[in-house]
């Protein structure tokens, strides 16, 4: 969180620019956008336009956290309730009455920013490294099977399945159970799923500076299975190879027998 981005969001406007707002909002909000902030604007409204501000990219892959401060996932949960009463609302389902869809507005927009897109409103998981260096370090193969949970950005149905993650040691180390929360960090978002293998892949590149790596995600996708084409059991499988991974026909062998010893252990 930088110093500039902390501009406060509650300030008083003059009445002016309430108007301009009022009959012009994409213009007013970009202008209130650089100093400071609008009374009765959505705080959503206010980051949103900070983000474009900025060129801040705020894809539904992408992680947004530097613009969150304190308290302000709260009152985003307010507003996306507010704006999923008005969803149930035009789809015409009785949310006053229907004892089932009386909480569903508050419990979708909670699910959203606490569950399947936590990714892109929390900072990177702490993953600190242990130096690899001493004489009897470690040099083989690691391979991490994580199951993730995702959703496609394009029809917000689930995305299932495992990344096997894959590296030659470099000269420092993170624990284990810290490959699959950078996964699963990545993966709690809007994304594709070539999309989320690369993002696996960078995200544990910067973790342990392994230059040698892949990434092999297998999937099932609910929007193939709940609607649409409504094929069930129907597999996505995409690689991303670097370094050795890509160039050494040996490592890559390795990498993929490794995965193939994985899921005899433990089928899927
Ligand atoms: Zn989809």
């Known amino acids: 969180m930088n110093g500039d981005q902390r501009s406060p969001f509650k300030v008083s406007e003059p ?42 990219r705020f894809w539904a892959g992408d992680n947004i956290s530097d613009y969150l401060h304190e308290g302000d996932k709260e009152r985003l949960i307010d507003e996306a309730t507010e704006a999923f ?3 149930l609302d035009r789809l ?19 699910m959203y920013f606490n569950e399947i897109m936590a990714g892109r409103y929390e900072p990177a998981p702490d993953a600190t490294a242990f130096p690899n260096d001493t004489q009897d370090r470690y040099e083989g193969m690691l391979v991490v099977r994580s199951e993730l949970r995702s959703m496609c950005s394009h029809h917000h149905q689930p ?68 609607r649409g084409i409504m094929a069930h059991s129907s597999l996505t499988q995409t690689t991303v190879l670097k370094g050795a ?24």
């Open 15 to 56: 009445n002016t620019l309430k108007k301009t707002m009022n009959d012009k909002q994409e213009t007013a909000l970009d202008a209130m956008a650089g100093d400071g902030g609008y009374e009765e604007a959505y705080l959503g409204d206010h980051l949103r336009f900070k983000m474009k501000r900025d060129k801040k």
């Open 159 to 226: 995305v299932v399945g495992v990344a096997y993650i894959g590296l030659l040691a470099a000269e420092k180390l993170i624990g284990l159970s810290k490959y699959t929360r950078i996964a699963q960090w990545c993966a709690r978002r809007g994304t594709l799923q070539e999309e989320l293998c690369n993002d696996i892949a960078r995200e544990i590149e910067r973790a342990t500076g392994a230059k040698d790596l892949g990434v092999y995600i297998q999937a099932t996708h609910g929007c193939c299975e709940n």
């Open 85 to 87: 009463e008005l969803v």
């Open 245 to 268: 991974f890509k160039d050494d026909a040996g490592t890559k062998k390795e990498f993929f027998d490794n995965i193939k010893m994985q899921q005899e252990f433990a089928p899927r």
């Open 92 to 110: 015409l389902i009785d949310r006053e009455n229907d004892p089932n869809s009386k909480g569903t507005a508050r419990r979708l927009a909670k």
